[in-house]
């Protein structure tokens, strides 16, 4: 009896020894297994997913990694082509993007990005006759929402980017940028922050600048409201026209058609190259027997006040002094110029201005055309 209750034993510790090994050893490759599994399925996924994405747009679409978890994603090496074709799109070395998934499978919220970043990478939009990017916003299911309710990321930044616009004869690139959007979940209000190197292009001239702005822009099923904290211009260049430095402020509001502007530029140059300002030197030359005393480079103010009814300017420089009111309900302008031995005034109703100046008739009548041409351009750009 003891002979078989030992061997019972024995039996017994051999089973559990077993288990104990096969308990160990599962402990040990598990890790490992699960690394493997979770990297095959994640690259199945990855692929399928990938795949589709490209096939439902047809756009290639290639990247070199991507990691992510219950919380974020990265995906590097990104590049996105144009619609059937080999041209690029957009790339960008890496883009995160940070949600709380579980929270909206298991609450079924709507889809709720906390943060997109891209980093040092570009996107290029380009009208032939239609936009490059227009295939893909057909995709999108239609939603009659304002935009405000519809935009879903909270944080949205473009680190080191370049951004090229181009349409016809017209080119922008916003090179080296960093721009960011903030914005809460169904507010109307949006933060915006950018600073760039500006390239326009149109098809006779350039302009060059640097750009660093802070706005807040309200925006529901229309634009409402443009306020700056901040918007800073350096080395600015348009032809003949430069400036090292300009600051600006400008609050707009569009419901009430109110708009509130402030420039300041520092080192302004280019006025005495123009035609216009040659053909008054000459004028005056012959008057006064002397050139007109205008220093360039030069520092000036600017204010306007619009709303509905009044458009107010006012600059004022060491060099000059220009006013002009102009009253839409009267249909009046009232227009002054000044500096040294050189005084302009107009008092009368738009596009029929009677100049007053100490200029010959000729000058007068080159005024009279500035005149008209500026009324028609104020008129229709502040409707």
């Known amino acids: 009896m003891e002979g078989n209750e030992n061997q019972g034993k024995n039996k017994k510790g051999l089973i559990f020894k077993v288990i104990i090994i096969f308990a160990l050893c599962f402990i040990i490759l598990l890790p490992s297994g699960l690394y493997i599994s979770r990297n095959k399925i994640k690259n199945l996924i990855t692929e399928k997913l ?8 047809g756009r290639k679409i290639s990247y070199s990694k991507i990691t992510y978890s219950f919380k974020s994603f990265e995906i590097y090496d990104l590049e996105i082509s144009e619609k059937n074709s080999d041209k690029l799109f957009a790339k960008s070395k890496r883009l995160m993007v940070s949600m709380d998934l579980i929270n909206i499978l298991l609450n079924k919220k709507e889809l709720e990005i906390d943060e997109m970043d891209f980093e040092d990478g570009e996107i290029n939009i380009i009208k032939k006759i239609n936009w490059n990017f227009q ?8 939603d009659k929402r304002p935009i405000n309710e519809r935009y879903f990321v909270d944080t949205l930044y473009f680190k080191n980017f370049n951004f090229l616009i181009k349409k016809e004869n017209t080119e922008v690139l916003l090179k080296n940028s960093d721009l960011i959007i903030n914005h809460r979940n169904k507010s109307e209000n949006f933060e915006i922050a950018m600073k760039s190197e500006n390239y326009l292009s149109f098809t006779d001239s350039n302009i060059f600048f640097n750009l660093d702005i802070d706005s807040k822009i309200n925006f529901s099923d229309k634009l409402n409201r443009i306020d700056t904290e901040k918007l800073e211009i350096s080395d ?12 600006m402020k400008f609050n707009i509001d569009f419901s009430d058609k109110k708009i509130e502007y402030n420039l300041n530029l520092k080192k302004f140059e280019g006025i005495k190259n123009t035609q216009a300002f040659k053909e008054i030197e000459s004028s005056y030359k012959k ?33 000059f002094k220009i006013k002009s009111n102009i009253e839409r309900e009267k249909n009046t302008h009232k227009f002054e110029f000044e500096t040294e031995g050189v005084s302009i005034k107009s008092d009368s109703e738009l596009k029929k201005p009677v100049i007053k100046s100490n200029l010959s008739e000729m000058i007068n009548s080159l005024i009279k055309k500035v005149i008209i041409s500026y009324e028609d351009f104020i008129i229709n750009f502040f409707k």
């Open 50 to 57: 990938v795949k589709t994405i490209s096939k439902k747009t």
């Open 135 to 142: 295939d893909i916003i057909d995709l999108l299911p239609e």
């Open 236 to 247: 600015f260049s348009y032809n003949q026209f430069k400036f090292e430095n300009g600051e």
């Open 287 to 319: 008057l006064a027997s002397k050139e007109i005393n205008f220093k360039e480079p030069f520092d000036f103010d600017l204010d306007i006040k619009s709303d509905k009814n009044l458009f107010n300017l006012k600059i004022e420089s060491e060099n």
